[in-house]
């Protein structure tokens, strides 16, 4: 089955640039999009990056993503960080008629 | 605007049956996935199974087929997701989205809470 790894946590500083990586099992992870999602603490989970590197409408444009093949990982990019971005991160693809999403990565910023 | 409401939390006792609802508007509610997100307490998101309201078609996880029914009301766009028997491991946050064309989830429900306890 396919899965997705995420680092369990990241920290970094206002200001500054985090990068989170979501790494495929198997196969390539550029079959398939892959998609970020960020969920605050007592919220719902709200899309942040779709088809890779495409932001929805809203979403700054602090926010961007990216696919390295080589390393068949994808990445999110966080930059000018903001005390309001910290929460869990989580990627998601789609494989075979099933939905994954990587185990998630908590960012704090300090 | 597309949106997605869910019904209230619930606090139910072992054996006890649930069924938990999902309110679409903003969209033709039969012309889209409807999927199913469980979130256990201090976890990830794991993805539980779709239905498509148009025609009822569903399709579950391996990890939860058989323990959970889903269905639709097209009449009231509302999307429900069903227990016959609670385990005290059904005690999670459960969240509905739309799925896109593209397979992804957006918008979310705000989530039902769970809590199954004796």
């Known amino acids: 089955n396919f899965m997705l790894t995420q680092p369990h946590s990241v920290s970094e500083s206002p200001g500054k640039t985090v990068t989170i990586s979501c790494t495929g099992s198997s196969g390539s992870i550029a079959s398939n999009y892959v998609q970020w999602y960020q969920q605050r603490p007592g919220s719902a989970p709200t899309l942040v990056i779709y088809?890779?590197?495409?932001?929805p409408s809203g979403v700054p444009d602090r926010f961007s993503g990216s696919i390295a093949r080589s390393s068949n990982s994808a990445s999110l990019s966080i930059s000018g960080l903001k005390t309001e971005d910290e929460a869990d991160y989580y990627c998601?693809?789609?494989?075979?008629?099933?939905?994954?999403f990587g185990g998630g990565t908590k960012l704090t910023v300090l | 605007e597309v949106q997605l409401v869910q019904s209230g939390a619930e606090v139910k006792k072992p054996g006890e049956s649930l069924k938990i609802s999902c309110k679409g508007s903003?969209?033709?509610?039969?012309?889209?996935?409807i999927a199913w997100v469980r979130q256990m307490p201090g976890k990830g998101l794991e993805w539980m199974g779709i239905i498509y309201p148009g025609d009822s078609d569903t399709r579950y996880s391996p990890s939860f087929q058989g323990q959970v029914i889903m269905s639709a009301d097209n009449s009231i766009s509302t999307a429900y997701l069903q227990w016959d028997s609670l385990k005290a491991s059904d005690s999670a946050m459960y969240y509905c989205?739309?799925?896109?064309?593209?397979?992804?989830?957006?918008?979310w429900g705000q989530g039902t809470l769970v809590t199954v306890s004796s």
């Open positions: 998601q693809s789609y494989d075979n008629n099933n939905w994954v």
């Open positions: 088809e890779d590197n495409q932001r």
């Open positions: 903003g969209y033709t509610f039969t012309n889209s996935w």
């Open positions: 989205a739309r799925i896109t064309v593209g397979n992804w989830f957006d918008p």
